[in-house]
C-alpha cells in the first residue's frame, strides 16, 4: 500500500488526512506534528483566552482519538528536520532522537510562525504571540499567576482585533497599536474607520500610524515610535506571520514570489510527489490571477479536498482564491470579500467603487442597524472584484452573498436582479445588496 507522510497536523494537516482517508482505506498515514496537539481548533484561542469557550478541552482533538477515527499513526512531538528527495523519505526529531520515515508522497501544512520582531527590552515573560495551544497555555498561565490588569496589543489585524476584544471581556484595559493609518489592511480606509470608532468607544487607546520601538521596565512600559508611552502587564504580538517554508527552501523546492511554497492547481510542488497546501503555500488570486498568500482557513481545508481528489485519480483543479473573510469586533461584525480599492490600485485593475450606507432590516421594525456596505467592480462590464461589509446586524449575509456573486463573475446588474427573500425581520422588499447593485448601474451609466 501506499505510504502517504504529512508534516504538520493542524488546519491543512490533519484536513487532508481525513479526506485521503475517505477515498482510501489503505493507504499507510503518517502525520508528524512538532508541537504537542493535533487538529486542534486554532481559531477558537481568542475566545478560551476571553472566557467565552471555558472548556479547554472543547479546542482539542485527542491524539489517538483522531489517529483511531481515521486509522492513521500520529506523531506529535515530532519535529521534521529534512526532507531526502532521492530516497523519497524524511528525518524527524523526538525527543532528541532522530527517526526516518519513508514515503510515497509527502504532504507539507507547515503552517505560519508569527513574525516576533528584535525589540529591546522584549521579555518573554510577558510578551507572547499566539498561534499554537502551547501559546494559548503560556498567555492563560501568565494571567492566573500575575493577575495583570492592562494588555497592549501589537497589531491590529484578525488575531490582534480577536484579541483585543477578548482581553476587553475578561476585563482588561487594552491599548492597540497598528503601524498603518487603521486597522486590518483588508478593509478600505472609508468602511475601517467605523471599525476604529467602535474600538474607541469601547474603551480601547488605539493608536494608529505608530509602532513599538522598544520595552522598557521589565517589559512593561512600551514606547512608541511617536514618542507616546504605553503602561501594560502583558502584550501580545500579532504583528504578522511567515510561511514557514525552511523544509521546503532545504529540499529546494520552488519558493514563490509572495514567500510561500509554489504549487500547481492540484497543489503539486516543483516536485509531484509532494504536495503543499494552507499557510505555507502560494495561491492564485481568483480575480487578478496574480500570486497571492491568504492564511485562512477556508483555502486550507479546500486545498486538502483538492490533494485528496487528485490522489483518488478524480483531479479538481483550483481555481483561485477570493479570500472571503469575517471577524467580530464587539458588536460589529468587520467581513470582507476579494479585491479592495488597495489591491487593485496595486494591480493596476480599473474599476468603479460604490459604498452605501444601509440597514439590517426594515426601518420600522425593532433592532434595524445601520450596514456600511462596499463593492469595486470593473469599470466596464461591472463584474464585481470584491466588496466589503460592516454592521451590528446581517453583515454575514450580505458578505457570503457577495463572495458567491464574485466567484459566479456575477455583475453590478446581476446583484439588483437577486432575489434574496424579504420579510421586515430580515431585509427590506429590496435587499441592501440590490439597492447597492442599483447605485453601482447608476454609477455605470454615468
Ligand atoms: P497550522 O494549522 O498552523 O498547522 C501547521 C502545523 O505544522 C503546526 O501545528 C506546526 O507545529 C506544524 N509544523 C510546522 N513545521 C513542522 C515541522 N518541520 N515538522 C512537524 N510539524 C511542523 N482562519 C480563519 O479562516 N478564520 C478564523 O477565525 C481564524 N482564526 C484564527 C485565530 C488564531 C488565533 C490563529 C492562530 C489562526 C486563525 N485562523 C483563522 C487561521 C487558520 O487557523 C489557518 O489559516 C490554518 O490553521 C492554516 O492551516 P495550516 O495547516 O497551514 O497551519
Known sequence: SKKIIIVGGVGGGATVAAQIRRTNKTAEILVLERNGYVSFANCGMPYYLGGTITDRQKLIYPEEKFAQKYDLTVQTHANVTKINR????????????????????????????????????????????????????????????NNPQSAAIIGGGFIGLEMAESLCHRGFSCSLVDRSE??????????????????????????????????????TTLHLSSDKTIQADMTIMAIGIKPNTELAIDAGLEIGETGGIKVNQYMQTTDPTIFALGDAVEVTDFITREPAHIALAWPAHRQAFIISSFLSGNPISDDGIIGSSILRVFDLTVAATGQNKQTLIDNE??????????????????????????????????????????????????????????????????????????????????????????????QLED
Open 86 to 145: 532521492e530516497q523519497k523519505s524524511v528525518v524527524y526529531e523526538k525527543y532528541k532522537t532522530e527517526h526516518k520515515a519513508d514515503y510515497d508522497i509527502l504532504i507539507l501544512s507547515p503552517g505560519a510562525s508569527p513574525v516576533l520582531p528584535d525589540i529591546a527590552g522584549l521579555q518573554q515573560s510577558n510578551t507572547f504571540p499566539l498561534r499554537t495551544i502551547e501559546d494559548m497555555d503560556n498567555i492563560e498561565q501568565f494571567i492566573q499567576s
Open 182 to 219: 487603521h486597522v486590518l489592511k483588508r478593509i478600505d480606509k472609508e468602511m475601517a474607520i467605523h471599525i476604529d470608532e467602535h474600538l474607541q468607544e469601547k474603551g480601547i487607546a488605539l493608536y494608529v500610524n505608530d509602532g513599538l520601538k522598544s520595552f522598557s521596565d521589565n517589559g
Open 349 to 442: 485593475i480599473a474599476f468603479e467603487e460604490t459604498i452605501m450606507k444601509g440597514y439590517s432590516h426594515a426601518a420600522y421594525y425593532p433592532g434595524s442597524k445601520e450596514l456600511w456596505m462596499q463593492i469595486v467592480y470593473d469599470k466596464n462590464t461591472g463584474q464585481l472584484f470584491g466588496g466589503s461589509v460592516i454592521g451590528f446586524d446581517g453583515a454575514d449575509k450580505r458578505m457570503a452573498v457577495l463572495a458567491t456573486a464574485i466567484k459566479g463573475k456575477l455583475t453590478v446588474a446581476d446583484l439588483a436582479s437577486l432575489e434574496l427573500g424579504y420579510s421586515p425581520i430580515y431585509s427590506g422588499a429590496k435587499d441592501p445588496l440590490n439597492i447597492l447593485g442599483y447605485k453601482a448601474m447608476e
